[in-house]
C-alpha cells in the first residue's frame, strides 16, 4: 500500500490522471474494503479538493452513509430521494450544476451548490453503492469528472465485490 499521495497538473484532466494510479497502489494488498473505501475518499477530497465526497451503501430501501471526508453529513437517504436516490433509482451517473434547483434536493450542507453522483455496482449488477462528490461553486463537474470518477467507481466495484 502507497502512504504518500502527490497529485499533480494544472488541468482536472492532468490532477485525475496523476490520481488514478496512486488510488490503485492506495488499495492494492488491502483486504478491508471500508479501510480501502476510506483511503479512496481521502485521496479524492484532499488530491482534488473537493468540498464534500463519500459513499453511501444500499441498505434496504435506503442509501445508509459510509466513509466520507467533509462536512457531516445525511444519515439516511430514501430511494428515489435527492440527487443520490435519483442517483440509485435510475442507476446512472447524475450531475447537478445547482443543486437548488434539483427537484427533491436534500440540503445536508448548504455550502453544497454542485454535485456528481455516480451508481457502483456490485455483484449481481444492482447499485450497492453511490458515490457522492459534492462542490461549493455552481456548475463545477463536467463530462471530464464523469469520465475519471467512473475509472474510480471500477476500483471500488473491484474492491467491493472481491
Keep these: 500500500m502507497a502512504e504518500s499521495f502527490t497529485i499533480t497538473g494544472s ?35 484532499y488530491g482534488m479538493n473537493f468540498f464534500w465526497v463519500g459513499i453511501y451503501s444500499v441498505k434496504g430501501k435506503e442509501l445508509v452513509l459510509g466513509p466520507f471526508q467533509g462536512t457531516v453529513a445525511c444519515t439516511r437517504i430514501a430511494f428515489g430521494k435527492g440527487v443520490c ?14 443543486v437548488d434547483k434539483f427537484d427533491g434536493h436534500i ?17 449481481n449488477g444492482e447499485v450497492a453503492m453511490v458515490l457522492d462528490v459534492d462542490s461549493e461553486h455552481l456548475a463545477h463537474f463536467s463530462e471530464t469528472d464523469e469520465f475519471y470518477l467512473k475509472q474510480v467507481v471500477q476500483i471500488i466495484e473491484k474492491i467491493i465485490t472481491a
Excluded: H
Design 11 to 45: 488541468s482536472r484532466k492532468e490532477l485525475y490522471i496523476s490520481l488514478i494510479p496512486q488510488l490503485k497502489a492506495l488499495v492494492e494488498g488491502e483486504t478491508d474494503k471500508w479501510a480501502s473505501l476510506g483511503n479512496i475518499m481521502s485521496a479524492l477530497k
Design 85 to 98: 436516490g435519483y442517483c440509485w433509482k435510475e442507476k446512472k451517473v447524475v450531475i447537478v450544476d445547482d
Design 107 to 123: 440540503a445536508c450542507s448548504s455550502e453544497s451548490k454542485s454535485e456528481i453522483v455516480l451508481p457502483v455496482f456490485g455483484k
